[in-house]
């Protein structure tokens, strides 16, 4: 009989993890190559190893729903199944209005709900495409994440959601985006761009490696508010 040391279960699994982030990203570049194209290969990998542990917490253990998850990802943002923008979607039948808990908290519910016709528009297939002049546009007459025509700014940045905004998952959505945006030190213009971007990208997409390439745009409305007196954010 062979023993393994734990040291050696542990090189074996780490072994077997970078093995299938290689793969895994080859697949997800290969079906999402305009949402990928500017991450770093490092990044995308790193966002399989998350996948893999998040998805572990709800059950998804197979490699085909890791990759199941992750292609959602690429659409949805990687902490989909605690983002109020997706909660209806893991209904059996999506509702944009129904807000009482899920029937069926499934990956593969999810991924079959985003063709459904409720969803249809609802995210971009590559979000990253033209996103800092949409929140731009947005931000012209927002001074403060509190304003009354953020719900508007929301909808001329996606259309597709108009439904959406009238139900009370805007309402859940606002209050988390902004709780975590203040958890960050975020405030007034700063603020209001990070729940901008949080209606694109997820709530959580500081902690997203798919979205590296947001933050840049993050850290300049960051830096103009923490200096004093703010200065203008472009």
């Not at 290969?30 to 500017?38: D, K, N, V």
């Not at 069926?104 to 249809?120: V, Y």
């Not at 606002?174 to 997820?202: H, K, M, N, P, S």
């Amino acid at each position: 009989m062979v023993a393994f040391t734990r040291e050696q279960v542990a090189t074996l699994r780490r072994t077997l993890l970078d093995d299938f982030a290689e793969d895994t990203e080859a697949f997800l570049r290969r079906h999402f190559e305009p949402r990928l194209r500017a991450c770093a290969s490092a990044d995308v990998r790193e966002a399989v190893v998350l996948a893999h542990a998040e998805g572990g917490a709800h059950a998804l253990r197979r490699r085909g729903e890791i990759r199941i998850y992750l292609a959602c990802a690429c659409v949805a943002g990687l902490f989909l199944f605690d983002d109020p923008r997706c909660l209806w979607l893991f209904h059996e039948e999506p509702t944009l209005s129904r807000v009482e808990s899920v029937t069926n908290f499934s990956i593969r519910t999810f991924a079959r709900n985003l063709g459904a016709p409720a969803a249809k528009g609802f995210f971009a297939g590559n979000p990253l495409e033209g996103f800092e002049e949409t929140v731009r546009a947005a931000e012209q007459h927002l001074v403060h994440p509190d304003h009354p025509g953020l719900k508007r700014a929301l909808v001329a940045m996606t259309p597709a959601r108009e439904a959406f905004v009238a139900t009370p998952h805007v309402e859940h959505f606002l209050r988390v985006a902004q709780d975590l945006g203040e958890r960050q030190g975020l405030r007034e213009r700063a603020l209001t761009r990070y729940i901008l971007l949080a209606w694109l990208f997820g709530v959580r997409f500081v902690e997203d490696p798919l979205c590296r390439p947001v933050m840049a745009f993050l850290d300049v409305a960051a830096r103009g508010s923490a200096a004093p007196g703010g200065v203008e954010v472009p």
